[in-house]
T-cell receptor
């Protein structure tokens, strides 16, 4: 089945700097790649996603890139703010509706 | 529009007791997913339904776990009998009809289960 690896497991950045989280996947049939943000005590919140026919997608300060040949995708957060502190999960969908999640990245933005 | 609703938010029970977790998906969504989250195993898909029918229950850990979706607006996850290793946060998620937003899954706030 699909295997998703996510790095780094923790990321500490200064406020205003950029943060990058990288994920790799194993199943070449995967065609949907969402990113979730989870704050303490809450459920994962979908923040951005990308489909296999697109190489890059942006939404304000966040962007996601996808390299299908290399089977990796990344989340970029620019101008980080303290409220960006959370755990971020990447996921890949190898077939209809089923998501395989990465292990998560704890992002800490220090003022 | 209300998001995914789960109840209870917290459940503490003794080993051997039956536990029932409840979920109300977003109105109009036709797919529902149950996940379990632990530090050791991360987010695991337990089972998912499409149009109230279980499609894939390969993630259900044991026969002690069962899930039902009697109608489009309600689902339950039952553990009987419960064991301490079932302690985790259980999430329900739902997604919409086929189309642009077909894959987008929206999560509920979760139920934190502690089995002593």
């Amino acid at each position: 089945g699909e295997n998703v690896e996510q790095h780094p497991s923790t990321l500490s950045v200064q406020e205003g700097d950029s943060a990058v989280i990288k994920c790799t996947y194993s199943d070449s049939a995967s065609n949907y790649f969402p990113w979730y943000k989870q704050e303490l005590g809450k459920g994962p919140q979908l923040i951005i996603d990308i489909r296999s026919n697109v190489g890059e997608k942006k939404d304000q300060r966040i962007a996601v890139t996808l390299n299908k040949t290399a089977k990796h995708f990344s989340l970029h957060i620019t101008e980080t703010q303290p409220e960006d502190s959370a755990v971020y999960f990447c996921a890949a969908s190898p077939r209809w509706a089923k998501l395989q999640f990465g292990a998560g990245t704890q992002v800490v933005v220090t003022p | 529009d209300a998001g995914v609703i789960q109840s209870p938010r917290h459940e503490v029970t003794e080993m051997g007791q039956e536990v029932t977790l409840r979920c109300k998906p977003i109105s109009g969504h036709n797919s529902l997913f149950w996940y379990r989250q632990t530090m050791m195993r991360g987010l695991e898909l337990l089972i998912y339904f499409n149009n109230n029918v279980p499609i894939d229950d390969s993630g259900m850990p044991e026969d002690r776990f069962s899930a039902k979706m009697p109608n489009a607006s309600f689902s339950t996850l039952k553990i009987q009998p419960s064991e301490p290793r079932d302690s985790a946060v259980y999430f329900c998620a739902s997604s919409g009809l086929a189309g642009v937003n077909f894959y987008e899954q929206y999560f509920g706030p979760g139920t934190r289960l502690t089995v002593t």
